[in-house]
């Protein structure tokens, strides 16, 4: 089955700052339609799981600017410009490449 | 607006079952793929199930084969998880979500004597 590693248990940053969180994948997420099978989703206490990107880079419909995915083959980022307060979350990759489907092990980002 | 509500969630011994439901709206049923997920608690998630548009395809990752059903009435705009033969390892939060954009607030499933 497709690992991925999300190297970075915890990321800790300031209101405006920059961030980034990076999903490695075991193989190759290239299809052979030329889309990159990984997305992205934010889990917030309370709410309900928000997914954030699709094909690494196409940001679901309502999801602000500020969260962008990039990446290609086995390495992905989620970059978060500008963190504001409701941005304090974890965030997981997902891979549906193959199956079964796995999740990396999230990233939780916090308040320094 | 996209809702999904889960529901059938409970207290349940080792060994026996559980059905769980997903009532879906403010979407065509019928079009997506409908997946179920879980999270065991302070864990991260993992993919427990998957049926296509017309319920003629299912697939499992190897910890719940066998033991877990998947099924959906696009009538009724449901999709179901039967769980049998359940485990303590299958305590979790169940989460059902239409294809990998929307997911429901989830249904808490604990197994133990």
């Known amino acids: 089955q497709i690992t991925l590693t999300q190297q970075a248990e915890s990321l800790w940053v300031s209101p405006g700052e920059k961030v980034s969180i990076t999903c490695r994948a075991s193989?190759?997420?290239?299809?052979?339609?030329?889309?990159?099978?990984l997305s992205w989703y934010q889990q917030r206490p309370g709410q309900t799981t928000k997914a954030l990107i699709y094909?690494?880079?196409i940001r679901t419909d309502g999801v602000p600017t500020r969260f962008i995915g990039s990446g290609s083959g086995t390495e992905f980022t989620l970059s978060i410009e500008d963190v504001q307060p409701e941005d304090i979350a974890l965030y997981y990759c997902?891979?549906?490449?193959?199956?079964?489907?796995?999740f990396g092990a999230g990233t939780k980002l916090e308040l320094k | 607006e996209v809702q999904l509500v889960e529901t059938g969630g409970g207290l349940v011994q080792p060994g026996r079952s559980l059905k769980l439901s997903c009532v879906a709206s403010?979407?065509?049923?019928?079009?997506?793929?409908m997946y179920w997920i879980r999270q065991a608690p302070g864990k991260g998630l993992e993919w427990v199930s998957s049926?296509?548009?017309?319920?003629?395809?299912?697939y499992y990752p190897d910890s719940v084969k066998g033991r877990f059903t998947i099924s959906r009435d696009n009538a009724e705009n449901t999709v179901y998880l039967q769980m049998n033969s359940l485990r303590s390892e299958d305590t979790a939060t169940y989460y059902c979500?239409?294809?990998?954009?929307?997911w429901g607030q989830g249904v808490m499933v604990t197994v133990s004597s």
């Open positions: 193989q190759s997420l290239l299809y052979t339609d030329g889309k990159h099978y």
């Open positions: 979500a239409k294809g990998t954009d929307y």
């Open positions: 403010g979407f065509t049923f019928s079009s997506y793929w």
């Open positions: 049926i296509n548009t017309d319920g003629g395809s299912t």
């Open positions: 094909h690494a880079s």
């Open positions: 997902l891979q549906t490449l193959k199956k079964p489907y796995t």
